[in-house]
C-alpha cells in the first residue's frame, strides 16, 4: 500500500504528521487521488522536456491535479513555516 508523505529536512514527526494530514486535506477536498496528481505532475515534466508541444499537453484532468499538488504542498509548507526557496516535497512510502 502507498502513503502520502511529507518530507521536511529538520521538521519532528509531529510537524511531518500535521503537514501530511492537511496536505491530504487539501487532496481529498478536490476528490483528487494524491498519486494521480504525482503522475500528472511526471506527465507535465515530460511535457516540459518536449518543449511544450501544442498537441501533446495536459488533459484537463491532468492540469487540475497537478494544481491540486502544487495546493497541497503550499499547505504543507504553511503548517511546517517553510522559508521562500526551500518548500517541503510530497512524496509517497509503502507499508
Do not use: T
Amino acid at each position: 500500500m502507498i502513503e502520502l508523505e511529507v518530507i521536511y529536512e529538520g521538521a519532528s514527526p509531529a510537524q511531518l504528521e500535521e503537514a501530511q494530514r492537511a496536505a491530504a486535506a487539501v487532496f481529498a477536498k478536490a476528490d483528487v487521488d494524491p498519486y494521480d496528481a504525482y503522475a500528472g505532475l511526471a506527465l507535465l515534466e515530460d511535457w516540459d522536456d518536449r518543449g511544450f508541444p501544442e498537441n501533446n499537453g495536459l488533459s484537463e484532468r491532468e492540469s487540475r491535479a497537478v494544481d491540486v499538488f502544487s495546493e497541497a504542498q503550499v499547505v504543507a509548507c504553511e503548517v511546517l513555516s517553510c522559508p521562500d526557496g526551500r518548500p517541503a516535497v510530497l512524496g509517497f512510502r509503502e507499508f
